[in-house]
Each structure stands twice: as C-alpha cells, then as structure tokens.
C-alpha cells in the first residue's frame, strides 16, 4: 500500500512559486498521483492528478520523476487566495478498497503579503 | 446541477442523542462517499458507495456510525448514540466513472461538510 508523506506546513509570500512534494516511495505500478485543495470552512477540491511525467493545468503543474516515488505540485505566482491545504492522493484506478481515500493532515500552505 | 448538498450545516446535539446527517449527490454521479475532518487525525474516509452499495466501511469507527443509500439521489451517515468525540466536520462527497470504466480516484466533488458538535 503506498504511503504519502507530505510537509505539514510551508509558508511563501505573494508572487513567488510554491513547490510541494509528497514522498510515495512504495506506489505501485498502476497508482495514480492526485492532489487536492482545501479552502478554510469548504470541502477539499480536485486540482490534478497523473501517472507520470508531467500534467499542467490552469492552476498548477505536477512534475513526477522517473522512478515516480515522489511528486511535487508546483502553484505558479502565489496569491493570498491560494493559502489552503493540499493533499496528495496515490492509489490504483480500478479498487474496491478505500485505503487511499485518507486524505490526512496534508500541507498548510500560507502565503502572506 | 447545485453541486453536493448536504444537510444540516449545523449540527449541536447532546451526549447520547441520535444524529442524522443527509448528502444529495451530483446527478449522474456513481460513487459517494463519507468523510470526518478532525484537528487530530485530519480528513479521514468512513465509508464509500458504488451504485448505491456500499463497498468499503472499514472507516466507521464504531457499531454507533451507520450509512444508508436508499437510492442514487440521497445518501445518511447516522451515530446513535453520539458522543462528544464525534464533534467533527462530515463531508459528503460524489464522483462518476472514469471513461475506462469504474475508477475510484476519479474527481472528487465534495458538499459543503456539517459541522457536528456534540456536548
């Protein structure tokens, strides 16, 4: 079962690039990375996911190595409004089995001014 | 589609009183699934649904929680009797197929959590 491990916090200020990395030394062969955001008082929110490589999107890039036993989300140009919690998700598409829907603690990310 | 609803917002009950927490998933969505936020041990899943079903409650911490989905549009996570170390925010959440078929750890849509005190 592949197990994350990700810093509790980090800070940054506006303008700057974050990088978050989750360890995933033990992801098997078939585990997909996913990463999501949680605002204060809301629910979590889908922000990306992939396999290997890299995957960008409009709100962030997740560069993944080759031996994929880490990942890192990378938030271009922070704002105060991306001060949440990230967390990072590995598990296989196609289970019945929760394990890795235990989203943790995950990152608190504070961007000040 | 309003997104997950979920109700109430609001919960504060006493010590051995029964609660009933409601979840309507997003139309069309296959999968659902419960969740507790606490300070202490984080976002932590309780239980998950496929097609009305439940698949995976190895998250229910106790004979006190319990999870219903009569049908595809309504879903209840019960704790009968409630105690104070259940004070938590419960999140409900849905998703749908991935275009390979069943995915588990396709997108996430999450409602807007009850807040559950109990004293």
């Known amino acids: 079962l592949a197990k994350t491990t990700q810093p509790i916090s980090m800070d940054s200020y506006e303008g700057q690039e974050v990088n978050i990395t989750c360890s995933h030394n033990?992801?098997?062969?078939?585990?997909?990375i996913t990463w999501y955001q949680q605002f204060p008082s809301q629910g979590p929110r889908f922000i990306i996911q992939?396999?290997?490589t890299k995957v960008t999107n409009e709100v962030a890039s997740l560069f993944i190595p080759a031996d994929r036993k880490s990942s890192t989300l990378s938030l271009p140009r922070v704002s105060l409004s991306d001060t949440a919690v990230y967390y990072c998700?590995?598990?296989?598409?196609?289970?019945?089995?929760?394990?890795?829907?235990?989203f943790g603690k995950g990152t608190s990310l504070l961007v000040t001014p | 589609d309003a997104g997950v609803i979920q109700s109430p917002r609001h919960e504060v009950t006493e010590m051995g009183q029964e609660v009933t927490l409601r979840c309507k998933p997003i139309?069309?969505?296959?999968?659902l699934f419960w969740y507790r936020q606490t300070m202490m041990r984080g976002l932590e899943l309780l239980i998950y649904?496929?097609?009305?079903?439940?698949?995976?409650d190895s998250g229910m911490p106790e004979d006190r929680f319990s999870a219903k989905m009569p049908n595809a549009s309504f879903s209840t996570l019960k704790i009968q009797p409630s105690e104070p170390r259940d004070s938590a925010v419960y999140f409900c959440?849905?998703?749908?197929?991935?275009?390979?078929?069943?995915?588990?750890?396709?997108?996430?849509?999450f409602g807007p959590g009850t807040r559950l005190t109990v004293l």
């Open positions: 959440a849905s998703s749908q197929p991935g275009l390979a078929g069943a995915s588990l750890y396709n997108e996430q849509f």
């Open positions: 033990n992801i098997a062969t078939n585990d997909y």
């Open positions: 992939g396999y290997k």
């Open positions: 998700l590995v598990g296989p598409p196609n289970s019945n089995s929760g394990y890795a829907l235990n």
């Open positions: 139309s069309g969505h296959d999968y």
């Open positions: 649904f496929n097609n009305n079903v439940p698949i995976d």
